[in-house]
C-alpha cells in the first residue's frame, strides 16, 4: 500500500501532467463531488488539493461525521435516506445504539486537538462503546490523531456492518485519513484523463467534450474555427464513406449466396 501523503502528491501530479493545454485543475476536479465520494469536507479537500495539511480530527467524530455524510449522499432510489433502523439491522444493531453514538458525537464534538482523559464509564454506555474500544483511542504523541479501534470491539463491528450496508464489504471508508480517502476518489478522474490520452477523440465523444468545445469557439479565430469545422467534417465524411463501403460489401456477400 502506498504512504498516505506521496499516494495523493503522485496522484495530483499525474493529474496536472494529463490536463494538457487550454484545461485548468479547476476544470477536470469538481470538490463537490469529491466531497461527496471519499467523506472529505469541501474545505477540506480544497486544502488537500494545495497541498495543505488537514485539520486533526478525532477517530469517532470522523466516523461518524460520515455516517451522516453517507446517509445524505448514498439515497434509496426513491430519493430518500436509509433509516437507523434499516442500516442497524443490517449487522444485527439496535437502532439506538447506532442513533445514540450519532446523536451523542453531534451534540458534543470532540476538540480538534482531543484530551487524552478518558470519559466516564456512563459516557461510554451511552455511546454503546466499551473502555477497551476507546482505550485504543487515545491520542498518539507524534502526531495527535486518535487511533482506530480494535478490530472486534463495539466500534470497529459498527463500522464494517455500516460499510458493508453502503459498499457491499467493509472498506476502511469510514475511519480513512482525509488523504486517503480524497486519493481514492481521485483515481476515477486520474483514469479518465489516461484514456483521454491514450485516445484523443475519447474527451469528444462524451457530452461534457462536446459542451468543452462549444464554450471555447468565442476564443478561436475565425480562420481558426473553421479549421476545426473542416476537421470535423473530414472525420464524418471519412466515416460515412466508409460504413456505404460496407454495406456494398454486405450486399453483394447476400447476393452471391
Not at 469529491?34 to 488537500?48: F, K
Not at 460520515?66 to 433502523?85: A, C, F, N
Request: charged letters at 25%; zero cysteines.
Amino acid at each position: 500500500m502506498r504512504e498516505t501523503r506521496p499516494a495523493l502528491a503522485e496522484t495530483l501530479s499525474r493529474i496536472g501532467s494529463l490536463i494538457g493545454d487550454g484545461r485548468s485543475r479547476d476544470d477536470v476536479l469538481d470538490v463537490e463531488q469529491l466531497s461527496n465520494e471519499s467523506g472529505v469536507p469541501r474545505d477540506v479537500v480544497r486544502m488537500l488539493l494545495d497541498g495543505e495539511e488537514p485539520p486533526a480530527e478525532d477517530i469517532t467524530d470522523r466516523i461518524v461525521r460520515r455516517i451522516v455524510h453517507l446517509r445524505e449522499t448514498r439515497l434509496r432510489p426513491d430519493g430518500t435516506r436509509h433509516s437507523y433502523d434499516e442500516i442497524a439491522a443490517s449487522y444485527g444493531a439496535s437502532r439506538a445504539s447506532l442513533s445514540n453514538l450519532v446523536n451523542s458525537r453531534r451534540k458534543t464534538p470532540s476538540p480538534q486537538t482531543p484530551s487524552p482523559q478518558m470519559p466516564s464509564r456512563q459516557a461510554l454506555s451511552r455511546q454503546g462503546l466499551s473502555e477497551q474500544v476507546l482505550s485504543e483511542q487515545v491520542p498518539s504523541q507524534q502526531t495527535g490523531e486518535r487511533r482506530p479501534a480494535r478490530s472486534g470491539g463495539p466500534l470497529a463491528s459498527t463500522q464494517a456492518g455500516i460499510e458493508t450496508f453502503f459498499f457491499g464489504q467493509p472498506n476502511g471508508w469510514l475511519s480513512a485519513e482525509p488523504q486517503t480517502s480524497l486519493d481514492n476518489a481521485l483515481q476515477s478522474v486520474l483514469h479518465g484523463l489516461e484514456r483521454e490520452a491514450a485516445d484523443p477523440m475519447a474527451r469528444l465523444r462524451g457530452t461534457h467534450g462536446l459542451r468543452e468545445l462549444a464554450a471555447r469557439a468565442p476564443q478561436l479565430a475565425e480562420e481558426e474555427l473553421q479549421l476545426v469545422t473542416d476537421w470535423i467534417d473530414t472525420i464524418l465524411q471519412r466515416r460515412n464513406a466508409q460504413r456505404v463501403r460496407g454495406s456494398g460489401s454486405d450486399s453483394s456477400h447476400t447476393e452471391g449466396h
